[in-house]
């Protein structure tokens, strides 16, 4: 039996040697296991815990991480069994700059490791709480950035973009396996150069350096203690680097000394800043780029940045290689392709009160001469108290207004130039609307030389105009009329189907209601940006006819 009793001795000699041990369950038998599995541990009894009070908005998050954490095979992202990795670091330091691009960086409760104490007994909570947040951050981070902030519908009605949310889930599994964190993190900001450029200038209103999106040797100061003269902290280090001041020896760079002081002094009273030599918070942000600016005008003008930089992550990163764009507070239509507009109209859009809809949808057909229904709406508010005289419509007397001779109108969403002809008599039209005026009966065509683009709203031409001179262009029921609307056409088709301008020709004298089906769809956008920065930096400000900004800057709390 001696033998029996040497494996006895020889294990609890060995069992102290892999300390911290812990059991798998609270109450399992004497089963060892590593700290690195008591973090996992810690992590998936914390988001159990969690689960059932995390708001709707979070669940799928909190059930893409429960999922995650309870695979065997899925190692933990950003701590190790002693500290955070330079993995969670990375990130860390990433979603620090969240404001750079127009999000906030103090949405994402991010750990303080400046609290960590590896030799303190709940050294494992706080590395499995700092886990849990990072990972929370991250998909906090990814959503926000690709439109999530804001649910538009519920601002207006008008306001209905086509969001692409990233799933949870394959956030976070494919960001395990991402050699660069940050750089996958950045990806899901919009991929155009007017969001960037947008970027660039709100850096600069906010007396910031710009700095590219990969430029990796930007130094962010993070959150921490307020660094003052003779303290050593590790923050130091990046203070030395942000502000280029090197230290005589290795051994100082953590210290606050006195030549440190001097830069940061200046750099305060350079920058209108107290100089008392210290970075707090607020230094902090001045450091960072992120400060508010002083510059009169600068707040409503970096409100109104951050307002269009959300409307960008409203669009996919793709647009595709080949669209149609309209601004609504533009009033402008753009056909780009590859990148490059080759052809610009004015458009008019729908008045304050019947406001075109803000959208993405697929063109899928030109139609050529088309035969509409009015609407009964329009029918009952505007074209009955205009085809009689004044009050005689409910006498029978009076004659017809020969002036309602031509109108605009919307049907099923889809709008078309009606010709309405002052008929000879009045017996059948007067029949007809008085008899029900929920749903009078009348039917239209529109003029031979209309050419409509249906979407879900379209674009058509108008008899009226003059309103393509005006510069305030909001006189439509929320159609989209386009000026000289046969180049628009003739230019989708070319690239479509290779029309020219004779098989255009003949088209249009084909007769009425003629439908050309388009062999590629042709994504439109329907967008509404009130500001814009032109190749020269300078910057382009459209009227925000419809309100939205307003909205969007009280919902996002600016």
């Not at 040697?17 to 996992?40: Q, Y």
């Not at 993405?360 to 085809?387: A, C, G």
């Not at 180049?487 to 029309?499: K, M, N, T, V």
Request: aromatic share 8%.
């Amino acid at each position: 039996m001696r033998w029996v009793y040497r494996l006895a001795l020889t294990l609890a000699v060995i069992a102290p040697l892999h300390a911290p041990a812990f059991a798998a369950e609270p109450e399992a038998p004497a089963v060892l296991i590593g700290a690195t599995e008591a973090i996992r541990i810690a992590i998936q009894n914390r988001l159990s815990a969690k689960f059932t009070a995390a708001s709707n908005a979070r669940k799928s998050e909190q059930g893409a991480l429960v999922e995650f954490y309870s695979a065997p095979e899925h190692h933990l992202l950003w701590v190790d069994d002693k500290e955070l990795t330079d993995r969670g670091k990375m990130v860390m330091a990433e979603i620090a700059k969240a404001d750079d691009y127009g999000l906030r960086a103090s949405d994402y409760a991010l750990p303080k490791p400046d609290t960590f104490d590896a030799s303190d007994p709940k050294a494992t909570d706080w590395l499995a709480d700092a886990e849990i947040k990072i990972s929370f951050a991250v998909l906090g981070y990814a959503n926000d950035a690709r439109g999530g902030r804001i649910n538009p519908s519920r601002l207006s009605e008008n306001l209905d973009p086509s969001l692409a949310l990233p799933n949870p889930s394959e956030v976070i599994e494919s960001i395990a396996f991402r050699s660069d964190p940050a750089a996958y993190l950045r990806s899901f900001q919009p991929d155009q150069p007017q969001f960037e450029a947008l970027r660039q200038k709100l850096l600069e209103l906010r007396g910031g350096n710009p700095k590219s999106a990969d430029d990796k040797s930007a130094v962010i100061i993070p959150d921490g203690p307020m660094l003052k003269m003779g303290m050593q902290h590790e923050q130091v280090v990046l203070l030395r680097k942000r502000l280029d001041v090197p230290a005589n020896s290795h051994a100082e760079e953590n210290t606050f000394d006195a030549a440190l002081v001097e830069v940061v002094e200046r750099f305060q009273d350079a920058h209108g800043v107290l100089p008392d030599g210290m970075v707090g918070p607020g230094m902090r942000r001045l450091l960072n780029g992120r400060q508010k600016t002083s510059v009169a005008g600068g707040s409503a003008k970096i409100r109104a940045i951050l307002v269009n930089m959300e409307r960008w992550r409203w669009l996919p990163h793709d647009l595709g290689p080949y669209y149609v764009t309209v601004n609504i507070p533009e009033f402008t239509l753009r056909v780009v392709a590859d990148s490059k507009t080759v052809h610009t109209t004015r458009v008019v859009v729908g008045k304050p009160d019947k406001q075109t809809p803000v959208f993405s949808d697929e063109m899928q057909e030109i139609v050529f001469n088309p035969f509409w229904n009015v609407p009964t709406s329009i029918k009952v508010e505007e074209i009955r108290p205009y085809l009689r005289e004044e009050a005689a419509w409910f006498f029978g007397g009076g004659g017809w207004n020969a002036g309602c001779s031509s109108v605009t109108i919307c049907a099923s969403n889809i709008s078309a130039v009606m010709s309405i002809p002052a008929p000879s008599t009045g017996t059948r039209w007067t029949s007809a609307i008085s008899r029900s005026t929920s749903r009078p009966d009348l039917t239209t065509c529109s003029a031979t030389s209309n050419s409509c683009f249906p979407t879900s709203t379209t674009s058509t031409c108008t008899p009226q105009k003059f309103l393509f001179a005006q510069p305030v262009r909001a006189e439509s029921h929320g159609c989209m009329r386009v000026q000289n609307p046969e180049q628009l056409a003739l230019i989708l088709l070319r690239h479509d189907q290779g029309w020219n301008e004779a098989r255009f020709a003949s088209a249009i004298s084909d007769g009425y209601d003629s439908h050309v089906a388009l062999r590629q769809r042709i994504t439109v956008y329907i967008t509404y940006f009130t500001l814009k920065v032109n190749e020269d930096g300078s910057t382009s400000n459209y009227g925000d006819i419809y309100g939205h900004d307003a909205r969007m800057a009280a919902a996002l709390g600016l």
